[in-house]
């Protein structure tokens, strides 16, 4: 049923236990579920309390840090980076932690407990759930940073792009603000589930896992912070390429305008000496096309003059 069972010890090492007892004789059990799992309900309503299991198996859930009796309910995010699926659906993992104790339940797959997974495997494992938090959050927070800092590096290019008013807006500009604002969603409560992780004062968390929390907080908040800031440098972006396309359209209006007004007069006498009807002058001169043409031309230059002395052009 469970995706992997551990009994890791204080060294390290780790053994997949033989029994279904919910903890074992190592320094704790790890649990590891599939949220899809059929009989996860069961076995979490049979073993655990209704609170800590309900929190299990939720559908839908929010980044939280909650203490319950001697325990701990904790829900994370991290970037999704299964293949074929966006990155800032983030995916999400459920945790309820006590001092022998330990299950995580996840929808999707997660790389860093799949990485934690395998140091078990190597007997390596996190020694207590105290430094497994510490592995897990580490894991999940640079993987937050290190993708906030390619949406930074593209963001630049497209502030680069800038220097050249001709240049398109990017296609992938819509769907970047949309993934900060989704990644945004999910990391400020994280960011504060992480704050009152760090701040537990509980024999579960001992001082020096405290320490290095308080850390993996800080590092949430500053990529927090880096969102804000990238949401506003990417909607300046857009609005730099809306004033330039307006003064595009502005400057080929203007030109069309202008152009307007040279000829519209010009229109109009083309238009009248074009009536035929009797009584029009030169019409048996054979000179008169060639005064209309050079009165056109004087015309129009007297219009571009008049244009030029107003500053319209």
């Known amino acids: 049923m469970p995706i992997c069972v551990f009994d890791i010890y204080p060294d390290g090492t780790a053994t997949v236990p033989t029994d279904t007892n919910l903890t074992g004789p190592g320094a704790y059990r790890w649990w590891h579920f599939d949220l899809t799992d059929e009989m996860l309900e069961p076995w979490a309503r049979e073993n655990l309390h209704d609170i800590p299991a309900g929190s299990l198996v939720q559908k839908q859930t929010r980044p939280r840090c909650d203490q319950f009796t001697g325990g701990l309910i904790l829900n994370l995010r991290g970037i999704n980076m299964n293949e074929g699926q966006a990155a800032d659906e983030m995916v999400s993992v459920r945790m309820f932690i006590e001092s022998d104790l330990l299950i995580t339940v996840r929808r999707k797959r997660?790389?860093?407990?799949?990485?934690i997974r395998r140091l078990a495997e190597a007997q390596n494992a996190p020694p207590s759930p105290a430094v497994f938090l510490e592995d897990l959050v580490g894991r999940l927070t640079r993987r937050v940073q290190e993708h906030v800092e390619g949406i930074d590096e593209q963001t630049e290019f497209f502030e680069v792009d800038l220097e050249d008013k001709d240049t398109p807006m990017p296609r992938e500009l819509p769907e970047i603000r949309r993934s900060v604002i989704r990644l945004r969603r999910y990391l400020d409560p994280q960011r504060a589930a992480l704050s009152k992780l760090a701040a537990l004062d509980i024999p579960l968390i001992p001082e020096n896992s405290q320490l290095e929390l308080h850390e993996q907080a800080n590092s949430a908040l500053i990529a927090v912070e880096e969102l804000d800031e990238l949401r506003d440098r990417l909607v300046s972006v857009q609005e730099e390429h809306d004033v330039h396309v307006a003064q595009r359209q502005a400057r080929h209006g203007y030109v069309l305008s202008v152009a307007a007004a040279l000829f519209l007069p010009l229109g109009f006498i083309t238009g009248l000496f074009g009536v035929n009807v009797a009584g029009m002058p030169?019409?048996?001169?054979?000179?008169?096309?060639?005064?209309?043409?050079?009165?056109?031309?004087?015309?129009?230059?007297?219009?571009?003059?008049?244009?030029r002395k107003?500053?319209?052009?």
């Open 110 to 115: 997660v790389f860093a407990l799949e990485a």
């Open 310 to 313: 107003l500053r319209w052009i």
């Open 282 to 307: 030169g019409i048996h001169s054979p000179w008169a096309f060639a005064f209309l043409c050079l009165g056109i031309t004087v015309l129009a230059v007297l219009m571009f003059a008049l244009l």
